[in-house]
């Protein structure tokens, strides 16, 4: 069975500085990878996913995400953050296209002014 | 193209009760995950339905079940609800040309008392 840890719970970040979430898996077999964000009382938004080709990969907002298969791991980075980004993100994985996703615990974005 | 719709958003219940959640997919969907998100954690997977079948399912007891219609929609039932039901449920619908990308709707905020 795959698993995914998220090594940072909280990140505090100064606006306009650089931001890494760090993502580790655990699988056997071949895998993609996904990130989420989710704002306060709301549900779960793709920023960008991981299927094959280019390790490093671009998605919304200004993020992106580099895909390490010796490392197992997906970071995800933003060179310079906004208020706006304030929010959790999530890392999952999942074995096969559609199949069920399976999420780290999730890590707190707070951007200060 | 509407995305995932999830009614209601909001519910609030007493332990024993039953409770029927309900999403609609995403336009061109046919598969449609539920996800249970408590205070705190990352979401975990309940079960899937893809075209009205039940196609995988997570470590939760019976008394979780779910239903898929013939137009993709989906309802998630709790029976005898306990305190510890309390969460965050998510829908996602899948499917289509990018099938292993999974949406997510505003989910359903449950309250058990």
């Known amino acids: 069975a795959q698993s995914v840890t998220q090594l940072d719970s909280q990140v505090p970040v100064f606006e306009e500085a650089p931001v890494e979430l760090r993502c580790n898996y655990s699988s056997s077999v071949s895998v993609y990878l996904f990130w989420y964000v989710q704002y306060p009382n709301q549900g779960l938004q793709l920023l960008l996913k991981?299927?094959?080709?280019?390790?490093l990969v671009k998605g919304i907002n200004g993020f992106e995400a580099e895909f390490n298969k010796s490392q197992t791991s997906f970071h995800l980075r933003k060179p310079s953050v906004h208020i706006s980004d304030t929010a959790e993100y999530f890392c999952?994985?999942?074995?096969?296209?559609?199949?069920?996703?399976?999420f780290g615990g999730g890590t707190r974005v707070l951007v200060k002014p | 193209e509407t995305g995932v719709t999830q009614s209601p958003t909001h519910l609030i219940k007493t332990r024993g009760q039953q409770v029927t959640l309900r999403c609609s997919s995403q336009s061109g969907h046919n598969t449609v995950s539920w996800y249970q998100q408590a205070l705190g954690q990352g979401p975990q997977f309940i079960f899937q339905y893809y075209r009205e079948e039940e196609n995988g399912r997570g470590n939760f007891p019976p008394r979780f079940s779910g239903l898929q219609f013939p137009n993709y929609s989906s309802e998630l039932n709790v029976n005898a609800l306990e305190l510890d039901d309390s969460a965050l449920y998510l829908c996602?619908?899948?499917?289509?040309?990018?099938?292993?990308?999974?949406?997510f709707g505003p989910g359903t905020r449950l309250l058990v008392l």
């Open positions: 996602a619908s899948s499917g289509g040309g990018g099938g292993e990308t999974q949406y």
């Open positions: 999952a994985v999942t074995l096969a296209a559609g199949n069920k996703l399976t």
């Open positions: 991981y299927l094959s080709g280019s390790t």
